[in-house]
């Protein structure tokens, strides 16, 4: 059975850090694609940023890019998020997902239909 654990969620004032973690279990997922997602209330899932199997390519979304920063520790099956500078409109449930091994084109990385498995996401709130 294939698990994914987010944690780190909580509440933060605009300006501040946190930092997600996505444990993965049941399976090893050292050689593939992971991401991040969210959502707020009333809209609709949105690509926060991925990492390649290896590590080596990174992809954000515009409206995080030079805050967030996604990593991976391959040797504890963990992918991290590490949000700083946060805003209200970030809040949001954030989900860590898992896909193929190779992802051909940074558009596949963006799009949510490439991934397989999906953790159940932990709440982060930034207040104003």
């Known amino acids: 059975q294939v698990q994914l654990v987010e944690s780190g969620g909580g509440l933060v004032q605009a300006g501040g850090s946190l930092r997600l973690s996505c444990a993965a279990s049941?399976?090893?997922?050292?050689?593939?694609?992971m991401a991040w997602f969210r959502q707020a209330p009333g809209k609709e899932r949105e690509f926060v940023a991925a990492?390649?199997?290896?590590?080596?390519?990174?992809y954000y979304a515009d409206s995080v890019k030079g805050r967030f920063t996604i990593s991976r520790d391959g040797a504890k099956n963990t992918v991290y998020l590490q949000m700083n500078s946060l805003k209200p409109e970030d809040t949001a449930v954030y989900y860590c997902?898992?896909?193929?091994?190779?992802?051909?084109?940074?558009?596949?990385?963006?799009?949510?239909?490439?991934?397989?498995?999906w953790g159940q996401g932990t709440q982060v709130t930034v207040s104003s």
């Open positions: 990492i390649s199997w290896s590590g080596g390519s990174t």
């Open positions: 049941g399976r090893t997922f050292i050689s593939y694609a």
């Open positions: 997902a898992v896909g193929p091994r190779i992802i051909a084109t940074p558009s596949k990385f963006r799009a949510g239909d490439t991934y397989n498995y």
